[in-house]
T-cell receptor
Framework: DSGVTQTPKHLITATGQRVTLRCSPR?????VYWYQQSLDQGLQFLIQ???????AKGNILERFSAQQFPDLHSELNLSSLELGDSALYFC????????????FGPGTRLTVL | AQKITQTQPGMFVQEKEAVTLDCTYD???????LFWYKQPSSGEMIFLIY??????QNATEGRYSLNFQKARKSANLVISASQLGDSAMYFC????????????????FGAGTQVVVTP
């Protein structure tokens, strides 16, 4: 158990819908990262937050947004969902903003029908 | 731009033998970090080992060791005394270490190597 929690574990929804994925980092970790793992794209970095502020952005679509709250938990919002958004979404956390030893949560498996 | 290459899509290894998983990387950052993660069929990503670009000694964690050859830009993972529970997908990843670059913090992953340990 990495200490990073993600909810829900599985999510099945329809095209055009909006969902919110939640992540709680390990105790003491200030940095949160979101990754998407799909069969065709592999593991892709989406976005990083450090102590509530956005720090780095990767291949995140405009339909996706994220935020980190004062209690350091983070949410990833996916809207206008398409079939291609079906993937495993991971949250990771680390103590430092430079990403040393990122610990991953169990992931949320999103299926868009 | 950073790039991580894992050229072995899959490997079979016999129980109790050692296995080396290849990883090469390309970066213009002076400071960077290299990681290996294990992803079993259950899907979670398990952190195995980390090597900083300025670390002079190769990292070791139990049965895992990282063969870091900076000049060759390679960071191979060696698993000694393989066990059936080592069957999984293994990912090599890199992060840039310079906060002035857009590679700061984020991990870039290779395509992975599927390892199957046989009795």
């Amino acid at each position: 158990d990495s200490g990073v929690t993600q909810t829900p574990k599985h999510l099945i929804t329809a095209t055009g819908q909006r969902v919110t994925l939640r992540c709680s980092p390990r105790s003491g970790d200030l940095s949160v990262y979101w990754y998407q793992q799909s069969l065709d794209q592999g593991l892709q970095f989406l976005i990083q937050y450090y102590n509530g502020e956005e720090r780095a952005k990767g291949n995140i679509l405009e339909r996706f947004s994220a935020q980190q709250f004062p209690d350091l938990h983070s949410e990833l919002n996916l809207s206008s969902l398409e079939l291609g958004d079906s993937a495993l979404y991971f949250c990771a956390s680390s103590v430092s903003p430079t990403g040393d030893e990122q610990f991953f949560g169990p992931g949320t498996r999103l299926t868009v029908l | 731009a950073q790039k991580i290459t894992q050229t072995q899509p899959g490997m079979f290894v016999q129980e109790k033998e050692a296995v080396t998983l290849d990883c090469t990387y390309d970066t213009s950052d002076q400071s960077y970090g290299l990681f290996w993660y294990k992803q079993p069929s259950s899907g979670e990503m398990i952190f195995l080992i980390y090597q900083g670009s300025y670390d002079e000694q190769n990292a070791t964690e139990g049965r895992y060791s990282l063969n870091f050859q900076k000049a060759r830009k390679s960071a191979n993972l060696v698993i000694s005394a393989s066990q059936l529970g080592d069957s999984a997908m293994y990912f090599c990843a890199m992060r840039g270490g310079d906060m002035t670059t857009d590679s700061w913090g984020k991990l870039q992953f290779g395509a992975g190597t599927q390892v199957v340990v046989t009795p």
